[in-house]
């Protein structure tokens, strides 16, 4: 094993909380860990910045945390599940309403904040390189 840790940070919804895919139990982030172990032989820290439901808009505000953001600052891996329970939100919307134009605003509006979240990580002081 390698002598210095990877430092990964997982932000997200239920999916990096650990819910809602069976085949990754205990969870997607603890098997990216255990993949990640086996291939790359090296130890592998992380920590886990997620809620059940988070939207993109959500994950975006998770950066502004003074914890996460310092966390983001050292991680060498960052993933970042976020835009499916903003389609179902919209998807509730449109089945009560019929308005097609609630789809195309959440995609929109989701796109927007994934364009947000990445200008803010990459404006932060990192101190080594990373991947996202």
């Known amino acids: 094993m390698y002598l210095y840790p990877l430092h990964y940070l997982a932000l997200g919804d239920s999916?990096?909380?650990?819910?809602?895919?069976?085949?990754?139990d205990p969870g997607f982030v603890e098997h990216y860990v255990c993949l990640s172990k086996q291939t790359l032989k090296k130890c592998i820290q992380y920590k886990k910045y997620a809620r059940s439901g988070a939207t993109t808009g959500d994950v975006l505000n998770m950066l502004h945390?003074?914890?996460?953001?310092?966390?983001?600052?050292?991680?060498?891996?960052?993933?970042?599940?976020?835009?499916?329970?903003d389609l179902l939100n919209a998807a509730k919307i449109f089945m009560q309403t019929g308005n097609e134009k609630i789809i195309s605003n959440v995609l929109e509006q989701s796109q927007n904040n994934y364009s947000?979240?990445?200008?803010?990580?990459?404006?932060?002081?990192?101190?080594?390189?990373?991947?996202?």
Request: charged fraction near 20%; proline fraction near 4%.
């Open 116 to 132: 947000s979240i990445m200008k803010r990580i990459h404006h932060m002081d990192k101190q080594k390189d990373f991947i996202i």
């Open 65 to 85: 945390s003074p914890i996460v953001t310092e966390y983001v600052k050292h991680a060498d891996v960052i993933t970042i599940t976020a835009g499916g329970n």
């Open 15 to 24: 999916l990096t909380v650990g819910v809602g895919v069976p085949t990754f």
